[in-house]
Structures are given as C-alpha cells and as structure tokens.
C-alpha cells in the first residue's frame, strides 16, 4: 500500500505535480493559489507567446494560410461544357467540322488575334509565328505603366523591328497609364481592356469574324485557330482549354486554363475581357506558358508587374540566385500553395511539379528554333541573368 502522498497524487490534479509539495494541511489554500498562478501562467504565454506569434505568423503567412484554406472560402466554378477537339493534319476540314457537330463554311471567317503586351517578346514572337497563316490582323496595345502601376518601358516599339513579318497586317496602339498609388491593380487592367476594345474597332472587326481574347501567354494551336475559322455554327462565345506549363515547356502544371476565349463578334455587345463568359470550353486548344522568359531580370520586372504582387511577401523572393533555383526545381516564386478548390487537389499538387521530357506539339516555330529558344525546351532551365 501506498503511503497518503502518494495516493492523493493519484486523485488530486496536475497541480500538485505543477506547485511541488504541498503539505496536506495547507493543501486548501495552496491550492487556490496554485490554481492561480497556473491560470497565469497560462495566460502569460497566451498574451505573450502564444497571440504575438500567432499575429506574427497570420501577417507573414496569412495570405498563403487563406490559400491552403481556400476550399472553404470559395467553391468551385461551376463546370464547363467541354466539347471534344477533333484533329489530325491528315483529316480534311470538312470532316473535322463534322465530328464537331458543325458544317463546313464555303469561306473562312476573318480573325483577329487582340492582346495586351507587358514584355513578353519571345513568347510574342512564337505565338505570332503560329498563328500568322490564320490571322487577319494581329492587335497590340502596350501602355508605359504595368497593372501595378510602375512605369514601363515601351519594348514592343523597343523590338518592333523583330516583327516585320506581321506588319503589314498589324495595328499597333499605345496608352498612358494612369499610375494611381494603392489603387487595386484590376482597375489598371480594366482600363486597358476598354482601350484595347478600341483599338480593335480601329483594326476594322465586323459582325462574325473572330476575335481571339488571351493574354500573350496563352497561345491557341493554328489548327484550333483554322477549325473555328472554317466551320459554321460554333459557339458565339468560346473558351479554350489550354495545357498549363510554367517557366518553360518542361514543367506541364495540368490542362485547367480556360481563359482564354474565341468569340464571334457582334459589334455593340462583343466587350474585351479576360474572364469566364460562357460554358463552353474547347477541349487541348494550345497552351499556356506562364512566366516563361528568358533572363532572370525578367521574372523580377513580371513578379513585381504582375496583378498579385501582394504576393511578394518577402523582399528575399525577387534574390535572382533563389529565382535560378526555384526555376530549375520547378518550384513556386512566391511560395504558395496550389491554387485548388479542393483539399485533395490541394495535397495532390504540394510540392515542385515533376519534369517533362516530351517535346511532342509544341508550338512548330519553337522547335524549328530549338536552339534559339532552348530555354523553353526540357532540361535547359538555366537562365540568362541579368
Ligand atoms: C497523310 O497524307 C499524306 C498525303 O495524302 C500521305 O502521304 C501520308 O502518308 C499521310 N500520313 C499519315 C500518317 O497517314
Ligand atoms: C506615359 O505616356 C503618357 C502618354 O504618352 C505620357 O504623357 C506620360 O508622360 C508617360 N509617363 C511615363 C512615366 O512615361
Ligand atoms: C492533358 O490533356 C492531354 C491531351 O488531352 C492528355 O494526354 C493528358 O493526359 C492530360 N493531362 C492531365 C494531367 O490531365
């Protein structure tokens, strides 16, 4: 048997173990007191450990918590309707037009290709390349502030010359920014959209003839261009479903852009936008190679240009020896979690995304150029710095 201690340790709280050894007579008010200062002590590091870490790491972290947490804040999109994409070079359009659904037209429709350009001159140049035997009129407007409001230079004017083979079919527009301080980077954006809008109806659309609407970066294959172009009764209004790759065609993210859009066009109602505007969603359109440059000095001009630049939360995320690094990994630039609705795509994408070794439809100007633009092709994910 034990002795009366040992036992009451037994029943009696952890506060007895906390306040060491109270006698039994005194047990009543030390114990009291006991609990007292075993409430401060609780207290003390909740006031002072517990709430100033916590603020601490909701200001620095804060942003990427709410991302991992998103599923619960925001519910999915609503799904798409995606429609089969039909293709093989050696399949007459005719029969294309058919499996779609659609008949073939007696001529094609006209195109117009319209973005918005920040400093994306190689990807420009692949994207015009691809396209050039399709399009009617390319449409460029480049303003001299980013959406973030920082002043740009003009580097499409800068580097015109490399595109003399679009200029005769080119309409060329500037604009000045605004460079409002604080104000939400959409509205910049916003902004240039309805100038881009303009200068659209400068280039000469009119009613039916296509109008493609992406950023530089999401670049549709010519043989999606030319199916639209020839058959009738596509959808008015038409997203495309592009691969998703990042800092070069060696990191396939997944297949879910879907911004990018082809409508026809009907003047009055046709407006320049970058957002979701209907349901139907061509399947493996093209692709979209988002940050994909070609120098370091690249990447830090688009993190800082960018509409999320909130998202540089540490000024050690724009050190180019970390830039270099986070490429060849395949890692995220602001190190965030995957932009997901669900927890299980979430988890399922933590981490760098695996390397690609395939090569197989690309774009046919990059690979006729495969030494030029090396850096865009797998295992060349070092850049040029400065
Ligand atoms: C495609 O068509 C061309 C010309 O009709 C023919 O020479 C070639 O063998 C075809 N290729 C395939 C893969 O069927
Ligand atoms: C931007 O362009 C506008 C219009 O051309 C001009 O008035 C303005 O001075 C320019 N601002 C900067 C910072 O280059
Ligand atoms: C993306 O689409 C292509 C072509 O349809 C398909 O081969 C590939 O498996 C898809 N990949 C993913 C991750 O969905």
């Known amino acids: 048997m034990s002795d009366g201690y040992s036992s009451s340790k037994k029943t009696d709280d952890i506060c007895e173990d906390f306040c060491g050894r109270a006698t039994r007579a005194a047990r009543g008010m030390s114990r009291l007191r006991c609990l007292l200062r075993e409430i401060d002590m609780k207290t003390y590091l909740f006031l002072f450990v517990v709430i100033p870490v916590g603020i601490c790491g909701l200001y620095l972290h804060g942003q990427k918590i709410s991302y991992f947490f998103r599923p619960l804040w925001e519910s999915p999109p609503k799904p798409f309707h995606v429609i089969p994409h039909y293709y093989n070079e050696n399949v007459s359009m005719e029969t294309l037009c058919k499996l779609h659904g659609w008949q073939i037209r007696e001529f094609p429709r006209r195109v117009y290709d319209a973005v918005l350009f920040n400093n994306e001159v190689d990807i420009l140049t692949i994207r015009w390349k691809e396209l050039y035997p399709y399009v009617t009129q390319f449409v460029l407007l480049e303003s001299n502030s980013t959406f973030t409001g920082l002043p740009k230079r003009l580097i499409f004017k800068k580097n015109r010359d490399k595109f003399k083979f679009v200029e005769p079919r080119l309409i060329y527009g500037t604009i000045g920014g605004r460079f409002k301080k604080g104000e939400n980077p959409f509205v910049e954006e916003a902004y240039q959209r309805v100038a881009l809008d303009q200068l659209i109806r400068i280039a000469g659309i009119g009613d039916d003839d296509l109008l493609i609407m992406s950023d530089v970066d999401e670049i549709p294959s010519a043989h999606t261009i030319n199916l639209l172009r020839w058959c009738d009764d596509i959808p008015p209004k038409l997203h495309l479903q592009l691969r998703n790759y990042l800092y070069s065609f060696e990191f396939f993210v997944d297949n879910k852009s879907w911004r990018a859009s082809v409508h026809r066009y009907q003047s009055g109602s046709t407006r320049y936008a970058h957002f979701r505007q209907s349901d139907d969603l061509l399947s493996d359109s093209g692709w979209h190679c988002s940050f994909c440059f070609r120098r370091i000095s690249e990447f830090i001009f688009k993190m800082k240009a960018y509409s999320h630049n909130d ?76």
């Open 311 to 386: 998202r540089i939360r540490f000024f050690h995320y724009l050190d180019p020896t970390r830039i270099q690094d986070v490429i060849c990994k395949g890692a995220n630039l602001f190190d965030m979690f995957p932009e997901e609705h669900t927890f299980k795509e979430i988890i399922r994408k933590l981490g760098p995304i695996s390397h690609s070794y395939s090569a197989v439809h690309l774009p046919a100007y990059l690979l006729n150029n495969a030494e030029k633009y090396k850096y865009l092709l797998p295992g060349n994910c070092k850049r040029e710095s400065g």
